[in-house]
């Protein structure tokens, strides 16, 4: 029987390999996303061979109904990969109010009200996984990042409060918070300054969507069966 897992942000970087990496598992997928449908038939392209469903689902979730259009595209569903985002860099004295609105659409709103959505789903199996991709600044916060970083501490608290919720429906919630890592996100860096980031890690390297994957695999998998309200730190231990 097919398991279902939604993912969305699926065109980005870490979206992407999360999708290879599953769909090699065995699972089908609803890969969401916004504007880049040129890389999402890529994936598709690259998905065949492993001979799952893959199904597209387009919508904004910046905007205050976009995630009404996702839920209603999934049906079947074992699990979902919250993994849409976008930064923001600059001091907060110079933050736009539009800017926020979008920030916490984006991280906040949409996957609350997403899982509001698609939890009966779950609930009726009994079982599921619900997986949250955070941010090393929801759990540390990062100067000229003060939005971005208190809508993905609002991101681990809602990790935290929902796995109490739903654990007796046999649902675990979790989240991974990556560190630095090798996406679009760090184009505005230039090479020297990326050499001097990678130095300030102890494993002296930024990470990779693979990483990244690997940990959303893992906490979907038996083998994380226990773990339930952890934030998984994926950051070559630059912040522990």
Not at 11 to 36: P, V, W
Not at 192 to 203: A, Q, W
Request: glycine letters at 10%; aromatic letters at 8%; proline letters at 3%.
């Amino acid at each position: 029987m097919k398991k279902f897992v939604l993912i969305t942000g699926a065109s980005g970087g870490i979206g992407q390999a999360t999708a290879l990496k599953l769909a090699a598992e065995g699972y089908s997928l609803y890969l969401h996303y916004y504007q880049n449908e040129a890389a999402i038939q890529e994936l598709l392209a690259r998905l065949q061979e492993f001979q799952g469903e893959y199904i597209p689902i387009q919508a904004n979730l910046a905007e205050p109904e976009g995630y009404k259009k996702v839920a209603a595209n999934v049906f079947s569903l074992d699990a979902i990969v919250h993994n849409s985002g976008t930064s923001h860099y600059g001091l907060l004295m110079d933050l736009e109010e539009s800017h926020l609105e979008q920030l916490i659409n984006l991280h906040v709103k949409a996957p609350l009200l997403l899982t509001k959505e698609l939890l009966p789903k779950l609930v009726a199996k009994r079982q599921g996984n619900i997986v949250v991709i955070s941010s090393i600044w929801g759990q540390t916060g990062a100067a000229c990042e003060v939005a971005y970083s208190t809508a993905k501490g609002a991101q681990i608290a809602f990790v935290k409060a929902l796995s109490k919720e739903v654990s007796l429906n046999g649902i675990r919630v979790n989240a991974v918070a990556p560190g630095a890592i090798k996406t679009d996100m760090m184009n505005r860096f230039t090479e020297e300054e990326l050499e001097v980031l990678s130095g300030e890690i102890p494993l002296g390297k930024l990470g990779t969507p693979a990483n990244i994957a690997d940990g959303v695999s893992f906490l979907l998998s038996d083998n994380s069966s226990y773990i339930t309200g952890q934030i998984l730190s994926i950051n070559g231990g630059w912040y522990i």
